[in-house]
């Protein structure tokens, strides 16, 4: 399992990052099948605690840059991450 990833959505709501994890998981099931799903609680100061919805297991950045892009075609917004 690769460290790198994507990040497809970021949200107030812990309960609604985990409805996005199953919707993105089935919308998207032959770009992410290889990945696995992980929430990052993330304090983000004044705008308060969100909640990103990931994928990890992308072997390199390029991977991930890649996997991003069939994304973006799709109409889904993403941005490459590291673990």
Known sequence: ????????????????????????????????????SDIQKAD?????THYRVRFIGAKTKNEANELCKKLKAQGQGCLAISR
């Open 44 to 48: 983000l100061g004044s705008k308060g």
């Open 1 to 36: 399992q690769g460290k790198y990833g994507v990040q497809l959505a970021s949200f107030a709501q812990e309960k609604d990052a985990k409805k996005a994890v199953k919707r993105y998981s089935d919308k998207y099931k032959g770009n992410l099948q290889a990945m696995v």
